[in-house]
């Protein structure tokens, strides 16, 4: 009888042990099955087009003297795609990318303003050493969004009424003839190029619609890959969310044609360190106005609710003027 029992509770002991085995075997290949889903997902992460085209450079593009005299890396032509929908705002995710420096730009550009000092009065630096000791940076980009034609003279003269406004336009169009092909908007004014601190760099833009959504494609002549093409993604992302929200359409998605993708030298290792970082989920981007907006020169800083936003720590790449 003692043998009986010892013998019942080894077989007892067995088969738990057999549970535990078998459980921790269902364990594991849950976890590996997620693990698989992660890596898919992770795989098809739309940053990786980024980081794909920074490894084709690499890999493959030419050396080349610049304006700037830093020497670049570059390559000619490039496609990439991100969508807007379900609010998913691609703000890079393997270093940092100032949300806030996104948002004022693009304000400032709406606002047709061309002197620095109203964005490094809000702590935004980024055009400062492109401007003159005044601050001036001439009939950039916003100058020709909404006075296209304007004879211009300086930051503080008032425009009103001056020239074409593009964007006012692009606006009407897309209320009014959504399916048209001609919804464009051009910042190259090559009677102007000299005045300007900067020719630009995104030379053109262009809106359609779809089922109610409304997509953007811009054409970029010339891409600082490092620290230019993360601000350019981001800030036509939202240009198309403001333009969606003011016309009542759903924001579709964004293409990016690029036509000379260039690496500055001094770039190369701190993009090798990126590339080493895997995509966190874009954030989500929500608008919450206090008041409506007619005008996309209305909005503020503070009508933008970025969320979930987890990025790798930022990357220092220096400027080339």
Avoid at 169 to 196: D, E, G, Y
Avoid at 242 to 253: E, F, K, Q, V
């Amino acid at each position: 009888m003692h043998n009986q029992n010892k013998h019942n509770e080894h077989n007892k002991h067995n088969e738990h042990n057999n549970q535990n085995l078998n459980l921790n075997e269902h364990n594991k290949h849950n976890n590996q099955n997620l693990n698989e889903h992660n890596k898919h997902n992770n795989q098809n992460h739309e940053e990786h087009q980024y980081l794909d085209l920074i490894r084709n450079i690499l890999q493959t593009g030419h050396y080349k003297i610049d304006r700037t005299t830093t020497g670049t890396i570059s390559i000619f032509g490039a496609t990439m795609t991100y969508s807007l929908q379900n609010n998913s705002f691609p703000l890079l995710t393997t270093k940092t990318v100032s949300f806030k420096a996104v948002v004022e730009e693009l304000l400032f550009f709406l606002r047709a303003q061309t002197n620095s000092l109203v964005l490094s009065q809000k702590g935004v630096s980024i055009w400062d050493k492109n401007s003159d000791h005044n601050g001036n940076l001439g009939p950039i980009y916003g100058f020709q969004w909404r006075h296209f034609g304007a004879h211009y003279k300086g930051p503080q003269h008032d425009y009103k009424h001056q020239g074409f406004d593009q964007i006012k336009h692009a606006i009407h169009q897309i209320k009014n003839n959504p399916n048209s092909r001609r919804i464009l908007v051009s910042a190259w004014n090559p009677s102007q190029t000299h005045q300007m601190a900067l020719p630009p760099c995104h030379v053109l833009f262009q809106f359609q619609v779809t089922n109610r959504k409304l997509n953007c494609a811009m054409y970029q002549r010339s891409a600082d890959m490092g620290l230019g093409v993360p601000f350019n993604i981001a800030s036509y992302s939202l240009l198309t969310i403001i333009i969606a929200h003011i016309t009542d359409l759903t924001p579709g998605r964004f293409v990016h044609f690029i036509a000379d993708c260039h690496i500055y030298r001094d770039h190369i290792i701190p993009l090798n360190e990126q590339l080493k970082r895997s995509p966190t989920p874009f954030p989500k981007l929500f608008i919450n106005t206090k008041s409506p907006r007619h005008d996309p020169a209305d909005f503020q800083y503070e009508d933008f609710d970025l969320q979930d936003y987890n990025p790798h720590p930022p990357i220092k790449m220096n400027m080339s003027i």
